[in-house]
């Protein structure tokens, strides 16, 4: 079965630092990836995903990821944080079920706090 | 835009009470999914629907059940609450394989 591994849990940077969040998975072939952010009191809202062609993908915000198949990474990438990137990232990658349903599989989230 | 909602933003319920969480989406979406929220854990899915009146267990389904009678309504229920599914649960919609899944406000229950 499909893991997820996001290894910060929690990280703490200064406005205008960069960022970057990682993201590994397990299971080898075709994937589809995404990261979800959650910011304080909101819903889960997509930041970019991932299917096919240009492994680096550009999100909203400024966000962009790179997916690495040889690494079975898709890490999270902003190179100047605003306090209002404060939120809660998740990343999620799919996995085909014996029914041929794809679902998600989402890694444990990591908590970024930017101060001003 | 895209709507999911989610009957309560806050519940709190006593063990042994039967409960309902309801989610309705706006958008003729396929697919819809229940997940509960845990801190560490990330989200976990606990039943999904693909199309009204079919169902599929997710990993944690052991203690709920889920009703879909209706296309935009996706209902979760917990037959016999008990104090370890105190959690965030929250729904979500898709139109099909690989699109986004558009996510709910949540219900935060508190079981005591």
């Known amino acids: 079965a499909q893991s997820v591994s996001q290894h910060n849990h929690h990280v703490i940077l200064s406005e205008a630092a960069s960022l970057e969040l990682g993201c590994n998975y397990s299971?080898?072939?075709?994937?589809?990836l995404f990261w979800y952010v959650q910011y304080p009191g909101q819903h889960l809202q997509l930041l970019l995903k991932?299917?096919?062609?240009?492994?680096l993908v550009k999100g909203i915000k400024g966000f962009e990821a790179e997916f690495i198949k040889s690494k079975f990474s898709f890490n999270l990438r902003k190179p100047s944080v605003q306090w209002s990137d404060t939120a809660e990232y998740f990343c999620a990658v799919s996995e085909n079920m014996n029914t041929g349903f794809q679902k998600l599989v989402f890694g444990t989230g990591t908590r970024l706090l930017v101060s001003p | 835009d895209v709507k999911v909602t989610q009957s309560s933003r806050y519940l709190v319920k006593r063990t042994g009470e039967k409960v309902f969480l309801e989610c309705v989406q706006d958008?003729?979406?396929?697919?819809m999914f229940w997940y509960r929220q845990d801190p560490g854990l990330g989200l976990r899915l606990i039943y999904f629907?693909?199309?009204?009146?079919?169902?599929e267990k997710g990993d944690i389904p052991e203690g709920y059940s889920v009703s879909r009678e209706k296309k935009e309504r996706f209902s979760l229920i917990l037959e016999s609450a008990s104090t370890n599914q105190t959690s965030m649960y929250l729904c979500?919609?898709?139109?099909?394989?690989?699109?986004?899944?558009?996510f709910g406000p949540g219900t935060r229950l508190t079981v005591t």
């Open positions: 299971y080898g072939g075709t994937v589809n």
């Open positions: 958008m003729d979406h396929e697919n």
């Open positions: 991932y299917f096919s062609g240009d492994p």
């Open positions: 979500a919609s898709r139109q099909g394989q690989g699109d986004e899944q558009y």
């Open positions: 629907s693909y199309d009204v009146k079919m169902k």
